[in-house]
Structure formats: structure tokens, C-alpha cells
T-cell receptor, first 117, second 115 residues
Framework: DAGVIQSPRHEVTEMGQEVTLRCKPISGHNSLFWYRQTMMRGLELLIYFNNNVPIDDSGMPEDRFSAKMPNASFSTLKIQPSEPRDSAVYFC???????????????FGPGTRLTVL | AQSVTQLGSHVSVSEGALVLLRCNYSSSVPPYLFWYVQYPNQGLQLLLKYTSAATLVKGINGFEAEFKKSETSFHLTKPSAHMSDAAEYFC?????????????FGSGTRLSIRP
């Protein structure tokens, strides 16, 4: 199994530019999560999807952030325009929601390290 | 709202010594509890999880955790530390009543191993 795949692994961009992060979940998984990790704030849940539908986006910092999941095998997190304070490691995770209760194990990708200059 | 508190942002032990990482949870009903590990430059991976069966949960790499309702704790232990255990460890909680898949993570504890 390939695991959760994220691209790019590293991204360096200038303030004001658009950034798109990509995620391919584990095949067959039906839940997908986007997290942000920084030293100051730790690991934050930004948004998650069940069956390609956004369920909870309360963690999205502001309107500059948007996420889509057009199909079961692909999701994007977009930042437009980017700012230096967006610099962080962004993780995608997926799970197979079988129990309907919060026991599903989340499998994390390797992350994308974003630096906004 | 549910939450977890990890006591100690950094723990250092000698190789071969006992590892104890502390986690306390806050919940109106017994939650589901998890420990995840993050090695440098990698994503998180599940060590173990508690789902209301046995209160002593065994995980990978020799780790185990015990759910103690009276203390609202879910501490992670390993009898003998190995250099390869150096990593960041996250305690996490989810609501067993909820149909959502959301997990709330603690702030993490960095484990260092002294030779």
C-alpha cells in the first residue's frame, strides 16, 4: 500500500503568491483531513471531508484558505494570497469510516513544508 | 468540549530506562483515546488506541498505555527506552458519541534518549 501521498514535499514561495497543496488518500478510505503544524500552535485540524463532502471547516484560518475534494482519490488545499504567517508543515490524513463513531485510525502523509517569504 | 493535556513538552531519559509520557483528558463521558508518534520529518503514525475494551492497551514498538477513569489519564509507558524511540508523541481524543471522525490532538511531548 502506498500510503497517503502529498505533493510537493517542500514549497518556497513569495508573499502574495497562490499555493496549492495536493493529497492522494489511501485507496478505499472515505474520510480525509487537512492539518497544519507549527511550533507555536501545534497540530491544528483545518478541515475534513467524509465521502468527498466537507463536514467541518471551522479550523480554516480565513478566507484565503480553501479546500476541495473533487473525487475520492484527490484533494487540494489552496492558499491565495499566501502570507509569511502561513509558513508551516501541512499534513493530509485519511481514514476508513466504518464504525460511525470516533474510533477510526487516521493515516498521515509525510507533509508539505511551506515557507512563505 | 473534549480536550487532552500532555504534561511536559520535553522528556529526556537514558537508554534502557523507563519511559513515561503523561496525558490527561477532559470529557463528560469516557472517550476514545489515542497515542501517535511523529519521527523527524515524517507524518504521525498510530502507536495504540483505547476503544473501551481492555483498559491496558498494547501498541507497537513495546509501548503500552493504561486508561484510568478515576484519574482521567491515559499515560504512555515503555519499560526500556531505545535510541530509536526519540520522537514527538501526541495524545489524542475523540468523542464516542459522535458520528464524526474528528480527533483532537494534544500539544505533544518530545522524547529524547540519552546514550
Amino acid at each position: 500500500d502506498a500510503g497517503v501521498i502529498q505533493s510537493p514535499r517542500h514549497e518556497v514561495t513569495e508573499m502574495g503568491q497562490e499555493v496549492t497543496l495536493r493529497c492522494k488518500p489511501i485507496s478505499g478510505h472515505n474520510s480525509l483531513f487537512w492539518y497544519r503544524q507549527t511550533m507555536m500552535r501545534g497540530l491544528e485540524l483545518l478541515i475534513y471531508f467524509n465521502n468527498n463532502v466537507p463536514i467541518d471547516d471551522s479550523g480554516m484560518p480565513e478566507d484565503r484558505f480553501s479546500a476541495k475534494m473533487p473525487n475520492a482519490s484527490f484533494s487540494t488545499l489552496k492558499i491565495q494570497p499566501s502570507e509569511p504567517r502561513d509558513s508551516a508543515v501541512y499534513f493530509c490524513a485519511s481514514s476508513l469510516r466504518t464504525s460511525g463513531r470516533g474510533t477510526d485510525t487516521q493515516y498521515f502523509g509525510p507533509g508539505t513544508r511551506l515557507t512563505v517569504l | 468540549a473534549q480536550s487532552v493535556t500532555q504534561l511536559g513538552s520535553h522528556v529526556s531519559v537514558s537508554e534502557g530506562a523507563l519511559v513515561l509520557l503523561r496525558c490527561n483528558y477532559s470529557s463528560s463521558v469516557p472517550p476514545y483515546l489515542f497515542w501517535y508518534v511523529q519521527y523527524p520529518n515524517q507524518g504521525l503514525q498510530l502507536l495504540l488506541k483505547y476503544t473501551s475494551a481492555a483498559t491496558l492497551v498494547k501498541g507497537i514498538n513495546g509501548f503500552e498505555a493504561e486508561f484510568k477513569k478515576s484519574e482521567t489519564s491515559f499515560h504512555l509507558t515503555k519499560p526500556s527506552a531505545h535510541m530509536s524511540d526519540a520522537a514527538e508523541y501526541f495524545c489524542a481524543v475523540s468523542d464516542r458519541r459522535s458520528s464524526a471522525s474528528k480527533i483532537i490532538f494534544g500539544s505533544g511531548t518530545r522524547l529524547s534518549i540519552r546514550p
